[in-house]
């Protein structure tokens, strides 16, 4: 297991984040189990070509000679570089491997990953698997405190240690530290406080569909009953993590 070292991140709205970094013992396992799942593929994808083979010619007769070896480098290629793209993308961040280790792939900002960056990470693979065994991303990643390899910066991108979500509470600050009322949000109940920090605490463990609708759903019904309304161009997660800290700040609840 890694000693987790920890990263703070900083959002816009002054809210820190501290994530534990995922050094190269977990990193290490999410790639031996995605390496063997592509084995695996590799291994499928050639004994469909050696049975059709064995068969007989005759299964692609209607196709041209040359298509059979060409559709084999290409599923080849296809498992090669677009398994961990795809699933990054798609999973938010994980491979089986990554998810099994319980780590994700996220931007330096704290956000999800999006497409570009999770092909521009592993294209870089080429780089970082030199000259064997990962050894040029192995060195990077010993070179630098948060266990980066070539990939990662190029992409903008560090890997972290899911944080196991237990009993979420809303935290208070004291009377002392209130910077004064804001308009509305006295209608906030207690529950929908809890309903905010609960989502923003789990977010990452969600499908990127659901909680983008999730998110969405809470900042509509907070909108609605406070009056309060975003700034241009701000993402809905800095809505909702401005309104619980105003809320913190300005609400008591017995």
Not at 8 to 23: S, V, Y
Request: charge should be neutral; hydrophobic fraction near 45%; aromatic fraction near 10%.
């Amino acid at each position: 297991m890694d000693a987790f070292d920890q990263i703070r991140i900083d959002t816009p709205e002054q809210i820190a984040l501290e994530l534990p970094l995922a050094g190269i013992g977990s990193r290490f396992l999410a790639l031996v189990i995605d390496t063997t799942i592509q084995i695996v593929l590799y291994l499928i994808t050639a004994l469909i070509f050696i049975f059709t083979m064995s068969v007989g010619s005759s299964v692609f007769l209607f196709l041209p000679r040359l298509l059979g070896p060409a559709l084999a480098v290409f599923i080849v290629f296809a498992i090669y570089w677009g398994y961990f793209a795809i699933f990054e993308s798609v999973w938010c961040g994980q491979t089986p491997g990554k998810r099994y280790a319980g780590i994700r792939v996220i931007k330096e900002s704290g956000r999800p990953i999006n497409v570009f960056e999770a092909i521009g990470r592993n294209l870089m693979r080429a780089v970082d698997g030199l000259p064997g065994v990962y050894g040029v991303g192995l060195v990077c990643m010993m070179c630098n405190r948060q266990s980066r390899r070539l990939g990662d910066f190029v992409a903008g991108t560090i890997v972290v240690h899911e944080k196991p979500t237990e009993l979420v509470r809303p935290s208070w600050s004291s009377s002392a530290g209130m910077t004064g009322p804001v308009p509305g949000l006295e209608n906030v109940t207690a529950d929908e406080l809890i309903l905010i920090e609960t989502y923003l605490h789990r977010r990452w463990e969600l499908d990127n569909f659901v909680r983008t609708n999730t998110a969405r759903q809470i900042a509509d019904r907070i909108k609605k009953k406070t009056g309060l309304q975003p700034q241009p161009n701000q993402h809905v997660d800095d809505f909702l993590e401005v309104t619980a800290r105003q809320i913190r700040d300005s609400s008591r609840f017995l």
